[in-house]
């Protein structure tokens, strides 16, 4: 169930007395009872809230990064990572605390609360929007890195064929099928989020293999002279150049959300006044890890950094061991975005449930309709992930839609409908600027994208 009210305790140091059962319970009971069927659960730790929280925000989006900085330029493209992050933990905050004041268990129960039943169906289907289309854009990545990919009239080679050659079973539709079957389905048949937090840890550790192996390559690179440093400002010539920056921003919205998992991550922390902490510690591992990825992906291949970065790492690198680093890069990452897909998947499935079936009784206790919403969603990610050609079409969708309102428009408006009396003055600005920058940079990201899309179809436009 989505909806849910429950008491959120400054300090909460064990969870073994606690039981709810019933409708207003969170998905997953503490204890045994005579609907689970899960041995007692003591609480999630610190380090495991951690992991899972920044799996969450460190998913496909940073293969995108790199390619904003070669519209921003480095210099204000890491600006821009870093006001994002202070952005998002802000909203994150504004969150937690309406949450307490009002006993939501969840975002869908907060918007409840806040604006009725109308926000929290607002809020189930901005949820379902923006993981339908990132975990499409995590199949599609695996797809490209493993069987390949064609951008521009080029064919970047995946790493299968690069060491079999060209199969059938190699091809991107089986690869794909096998991973869903033998990788995605078993993770997300998982009923408790915390049960993520081994292949969480697992995933994070993977993402900073990728990122040690491409700082290396770039080093080598920029001490044998083959690379330069490239420019820290946008290159600005006319006026669509100037609106072509906010097509970014979509882009960066999307590589920090994570609103949609706080409040399940908050629900299993043995200790929920430790939330923030773990908000802020992911948040500050995630920005080193995105600004470290967008400077050295964008130094190792300037201008010529394609949208999805992985596409670039299957040239020669001019160096020793060059092919070997190249596939240890995709394959360090793949494997990584394999194990983000069931993190993502937990809310998808929880706020579909909660939009459908909201007054049945819990997921957790209905083995059948937990297995047709799993096996449902996992066949409608599949079919995207096949017919949807290109990365940065989804993350701009999701991110101009259904991301921004995640991140920063439902905090906000929670925060400007303040019915406790308890927001801020400098929080009900905070909240008007963000809706204000979230509405403008947004609608001239969508008129941008329309734009180019009627001219690349030699539609008539109107200058």
């Known amino acids: 169930m989505t909806i849910g009210k429950l008491t959120f ?42 992991f899972n929280l920044t799996t969450t925000i460190i998913g496909t989006g940073i293969m995108a990064l790199p390619a904003t900085m070669k519209v921003l330029g480095l210099g204000l493209g890491i600006a821009m990572i870093v006001f994002m992050a202070v952005l998002a933990e802000r909203s994150i905050d504004m969150l937690v605390k309406f949450s307490r004041a009002s006993k939501s268990a969840s975002y869908g ?16 289907i901005c949820v379902l929007i923006n993981n339908v289309g990132i975990l499409v854009v995590n199949m599609i990545i695996t797809g490209d890195v493993l069987s390949g990919t064609t951008s521009d009239g080029i064919h970047h080679a995946g790493v299968l064929e690069s060491w079999f050659g060209e199969h059938w079973w190699n091809g991107r539709f089986f690869v794909i099928l096998f991973i869903a079957l033998t990788v995605f389905l078993p993770l997300t ?87 923030q902490g773990v908000v802020r510690t992911s948040l500050v591992l995630c920005s080193t890890v995105y600004i470290v990825t967008s400077f050295f992906g964008f130094l190792l291949f300037g201008d010529s950094t394609l949208d999805d970065v992985l596409a670039n790492f299957n040239a020669d690198l001019g160096i020793p061991y060059g092919s070997l680093l190249n596939d240890a890069v995709r394959v360090s990452y793949v494997a990584h975005l394999m194990l983000v897909f069931p993190i993502l998947f937990y809310p998808l499935r929880l706020n579909l449930d909660g939009l459908l079936f909201h007054s049945s009784r819990p997921l957790v206790s209905d083995n059948k309709r937990f297995a047709l ?8 990610i599949f079919l995207g992930a096949n017919f949807i050609p290109n990365i940065w079409d989804a993350f701009q969708f999701t991110g ?25 003055r400098s929080e009900k600005y905070l909240g008007i600027l963000m809706i204000v920058l979230a509405v403008f940079s947004n609608a001239v990201a969508i008129y941008c994208d329309a734009y180019a899309l009627f001219k690349k179809n030699g539609m008539p436009t109107h200058e």
């Open 109 to 124: 129960g907060l918007m409840d609360d806040a604006f009725g039943k109308t926000g929290r169906i607002v809020l189930q």
């Open 9 to 50: 305790k400054e300090e909460r140091k064990s969870r073994k007395s606690k039981q709810v059962t019933g409708e207003n319970a969170p998905l997953l009971p503490t204890k045994h009872g005579e609907d689970a069927e899960f041995d007692e659960f003591n609480g999630a730790s610190f380090t495991g809230a951690v």
């Open 400 to 424: 101009a839609t259904a991301a921004v309102c995640l991140a920063f428009i439902f905090p906000a408006s929670i925060t400007l409908r303040d019915r406790y009396g308890m927001a801020k």
């Open 189 to 275: 048949c998982l009923k408790r989020i915390d049960s993520l937090r081994f292949t969480s840890g697992v995933s994070v550790a993977l993402s900073v293999v990728f990122l040690v192996i491409t700082v290396g390559i770039a080093v080598v690179k920029l001490i044998n002279g083959s690379i330069m440093m490239p420019r820290l400002l946008p290159d600005i010539t006319d006026l669509a150049s100037f609106w072509k920056l906010f097509t970014v921003v979509p882009v960066l919205v999307t590589a920090f959300i994570c609103h949609y998992n706080v409040h399940s991550i908050n629900n299993e922390l043995e200790d929920s006044s430790q939330i």
């Open 373 to 380: 919403l799993t096996v449902g969603l996992l066949s409608l």
